[in-house]
């Protein structure tokens, strides 16, 4: 008797936001013209998945208007499903952008308060309804960061995909400007970060949320390796665990990634930008081309390959959405950087 494995179908939780990003590269006190882009951490995960061939589910609140519109549609052009999100409040959150470049740091600015998101509610989402034809659950850590509120709610969700044996992926993302109602992260995300079967991280966020440092001074592989090792003691159920790192060269970024997969260490060769069109989003990039190469049962090393490749060519796109293909990534893994014109 024939059995067939249900089709991959990621869900993703988090808030849709409008980015504004000052134009021509000036500063917020300079600008007279600003660009809109769609984004926000998980569904730039969804848009890159569904770009890639694997189902999607955004699900959000979000108000009834043509801003919330205006997003939902930008969404619905790369094939992400949205109509497992849920409606009410007032406004949609938006975050303001500044590039920077090689001589100051970029600048955000969120305006996220009282957002449609930030008020959602427990019991406001029927997860067991939305998560029925789902394979796959994924958070980050921004969600709880945004309000009290809306990490009861991912808590929701992630509860119910625990309960459904789900896998479960996570990325710590913490942000330093959210986390304004009270409550430490180390309150919170231990609890949230439990239930993780995949996670992406960076060291700094793990030991703010579990206090738990390696020394500087030793290689990254082995900071990475040993912080698995204690992070297994905090996320009991963990058997993934990516990284990706980011170094300065000069003018020039070096960017690799490294992972921990079913007991063995993946790691890639450093990759050189030369030029960052916008960083925003790569991290992002990175989150879904790992769930790409684990959703299709790749080699550890290709799932690593695939992760860092998408992160670095979101570097070089504008926006918060990695806009590429599977031809364009598999170009990029077998020849590297290119400034040949394709023709």
């Given at each position: ?14 808030e ?17 013209d600003?660009k ?24 959000t ?7 919330a ?24 959150g ?73 896998p ?68 009991p ?90 031809a ?16």
């Open positions: 008797m024939k059995t067939t494995t249900p089709q991959t179908r990621i869900a993703t939780f988090g849709l936001l409008l980015r504004m990003s000052v134009a021509d590269g000036n500063r917020f006190t300079q600008a007279n600003i809109i882009h769609v984004g926000g951490a998980e569904a730039n995960v969804c848009v890159l998945l569904s770009q890639l061939g694997i189902q999607t589910d955004y699900i609140r979000l108000p009834q208007n043509d801003l519109q205006l997003a939902v549609n930008e969404l619905q052009k790369h094939k992400v499903n949205t109509s497992k999100c849920v409606y009410g409040g007032e406004r949609l938006l975050y303001f952008v500044e590039s920077g470049n090689q001589i100051r740091q970029s600048q955000v600015i969120y305006d996220r308060s009282n957002s449609s998101f930030a008020t959602i509610q427990k019991n406001q989402i029927d997860w067991n309804e939305v998560l029925k034809d789902v394979t796959h659950f994924h958070w980050s850590g921004i969600s709880p960061g945004v309000s009290y509120e809306a990490g009861l709610v991912c808590k929701e969700g992630i509860l119910a995909a625990h309960e459904k044996g789900l479960i992926s996570s990325d710590f993302n913490y942000r330093s400007k959210l986390w304004q109602y009270g409550k430490k992260p180390s309150e919170i995300m231990p609890d949230l970060l439990q239930y993780s079967t995949i996670t992406v991280a960076d060291l700094d966020a793990i030991e703010i949320y579990f206090g738990i440092k390696t020394d500087k001074k030793e290689s990254d592989e082995d900071r990475f390796q040993k912080t698995f090792e204690l992070l297994k003691k905090e996320m159920f963990l058997k993934t665990l990516a990284m990706s790192f980011r170094k300065s060269d000069g003018p020039a970024h070096l960017y690799k990634g490294l992972l921990l997969h079913e007991g063995n260490f993946y790691e890639t060769k450093e990759h050189k930008i030369h030029v960052v069109t916008d960083q925003i989003g790569s991290g992002d990039a990175f989150n879904a081309g790992l769930l790409y190469g684990l959703s299709k049962k790749l080699s550890g090393q290709e799932c690593i390959e695939w992760a860092t490749a998408c992160g670095v060519i979101k570097q070089s796109i504008h926006g918060d959405f990695a806009i590429t293909s599977l364009e990534i598999s170009h990029f893994m077998e020849n590297g950087s290119s400034n040949r014109i394709n023709r």
